[in-house]
């Protein structure tokens, strides 16, 4: 439970250092094949933690399976695919959001996302401040990433 606490604060001071309205954190499930939110800040209800996608789907799964990161731009009108395909951005009413993936002993355990309610560009400098974070917290949650990976 503390280490959830600590997970939660890292967000907020994200979500802060951001200026975003949104954060958070999906991981992958047992075997792999589902990937559902398990953290977040700023967030507006809790039908994230209802969330999960399987793996290649949604931004989540879009970002594990590639390796990278995913932004997207004036939701729903800029995307490909239909809306529905992008959950997490329907229940917390994002418009614009930038995802990395949360990496764990050198593999892809889940993704960060930052997420904004209005249309706005994501500057190739908060693009980086996110993955310099998230890099950190690769780090300094390590242990808790890959041991979270086998009770998701």
């Not at 802060?16 to 047992?30: P, R, S």
């Not at 764990?104 to 249309?119: E, F, P, T, W």
């Not at 400098?125 to 780090?139: G, T």
Request: aromatic share 8%; proline share 3%; charged share 25%.
């Amino acid at each position: 439970m503390a280490f959830e606490l600590e997970i939660l604060k890292e967000l907020e001071t994200l979500r802060q250092e951001t200026d975003c309205n949104f954060v958070g954190i999906a991981l992958q499930g047992k075997a792999n094949s589902e990937v559902q939110w398990k953290y977040a800040a700023g967030n507006r209800n809790e039908k994230y933690k209802k969330i999960a996608v399987r793996y290649g789907k949604g931004i989540a799964g879009k970002v594990i399976s590639s390796g990278q990161p995913l932004m997207v731009m004036d939701f729903p009108h800029q995307i490909k695919g239909k809306s529905v395909d992008y959950p997490i951005m329907l229940a917390e009413q994002l418009v614009t959001s930038f995802a990395v993936p949360l990496c764990a002993d050198g593999a892809i355990k889940g993704v960060v996302l930052v997420g904004y309610r209005s249309n706005q560009s994501i500057s190739d400098k908060k693009q980086e401040l996110v993955k310099n974070i998230v890099s950190a917290w690769e780090k300094q949650f390590s242990s808790i990433f890959k041991g979270r990976r086998e009770s998701v």
